[in-house]
């Protein structure tokens, strides 16, 4: 082959969204689109117009995407992302609030090139998939909450500044520590326990503490409607009862909700293929076009 032909392939597969990824996440070449000047890394796999991007959790990262991203990219494209401060992601000095999140989303479809896309967000990804609905609703074809909450945690200011104290001072990696072991179940296997553990305790104690304080902010849980298909995946916990589903319904009438048995927190990691089941079903139902 001509030198300059090679030179004019292999420059093309480095424009942006020129290439395309089907193996796994964890070999799928590395991406980072800008925010404010800091770096939001991202994956991209499969291709074609559907598109799903995966939005992990407080203090965790895009690889706990691992078993959804291949056998979602065999029926579309797929990005997965690192919020800022998170995983290979830059970690400015700044405030991480959902807003800053929301953003780093937004910049991540225009680097793909991507106008409209399903969110699926893990526990403090479902309010940043929340708000890139509310700032920018043209570019979300539906959203996917995956044990992640739609309404406050706490109803007096005394309860949330009560528990936000735990995740400063002295006692904050202890107490931070104590929260991602309750989030275990009869099926998280040891080898889930230290990936979470490493991965979650791993994340600068500014980050969390600022990304906790974001995710409780009041602003964060108007009860303004939800017009796109919604999607709740449940594990079995207290804080889905007490009329939670009547509650999202309110904001979204024809929500679906779909409880996976015998998970903790991380459904996704403990039942993939009981979760990606769910998943893709619901996928299916969506409208065409």
Known sequence: MPKMLRFLLVALLLLPGAATFAGSLEDAPSRFA???????????????????????????????????????AARGRVLALDLPGHGKSDAPEVEYTMDLFARAVE????DAKVKKAILVGHSMGTPVA??????????????????GALRPFFTLPE???????????????????????SMWSASTTPEMKEKVRTTMLAALPRVASSAMRGMLDD??????PIS?????????SPRWDGGYEAFVRKLAPMAEVVRIPDTGHFLMLEKPAEFNTALLAFFGRLPKG
């Open 228 to 236: 796109v298909p919604l999607l709740l995946l449940l594990a079995p």
């Open 159 to 181: 309860q949330k500044n009560g528990f936000l104290a735990m995740f400063d001072g002295e006692k904050a990696l202890e107490n931070r520590t104590k929260m991602v072991e």
């Open 130 to 147: 929340r708000q890139v609905y509310r700032r920018s609703p043209a570019k979300v074809v539906a959203l996917v909450a995956v044990d």
């Open 219 to 224: 602003a964060v849980w108007t009860e303004d």
């Open 34 to 72: 800008l925010l404010d000047g800091a770096k939001v890394h991202y994956k991209s796999l499969g291709k074609g117009d559907s598109v799903v991007v995966l939005v992990h959790g407080w203090t965790c990262d895009l690889t706990f995407w691992s078993a959804q991203a291949g056998p979602l």
């Open 107 to 110: 910049a991540v479809l225009a």
